[in-house]
């Protein structure tokens, strides 16, 4: 069994910048990927960025310039830098560990984007 808990959500104005943190313990095997995906109300969930244990990242269009994904695998920790925040960034960010093809979720965390 995988745990993955997620901490840095909260409110930020426009143009403000937030750090999420996501800590994976348990039975977690040596190559596994992980990243955030977001879901905003009335949305389906997306993926935002995520990283391999080899430190090749995916983003989202919708992101790209303005979050870095970065990991420290001695930690099991997987962080996502977010900078220029808009409106449309307010969503619940839930951290994702994949691995032999099973797929890990952490319980989410509000980030709101308002002035």
């Known amino acids: 069994q995988v745990q993955l808990v997620e901490s840095g959500g909260g409110l930020v104005q426009p143009g403000g910048s937030l750090r999420l943190s996501c800590a994976a313990s348990?039975?977690?095997?040596?190559?596994?990927?992980m990243g955030w995906y977001r879901q905003a109300p009335g949305k389906q969930r997306e993926l935002v960025a995520d990283?391999?244990?080899?430190?090749?990242?995916n983003y989202a269009d919708s992101v790209k310039g303005r979050f870095t994904i970065s990991r420290d695998n001695a930690k099991r920790t997987v962080y996502l830098q977010m900078s220029s925040l808009k409106p449309e960034d307010t969503a619940v960010y839930y951290c994702?560990?994949?691995?032999?093809?099973?797929?890990?979720w952490g319980q989410g965390t509000q980030v709101t984007v308002s002035s």
């Open positions: 994702n560990l994949f691995q032999s093809g099973y797929s890990y």
């Open positions: 348990g039975s977690i095997f040596s190559i596994y990927t």
């Open positions: 990283m391999s244990n080899i430190g090749s990242a």
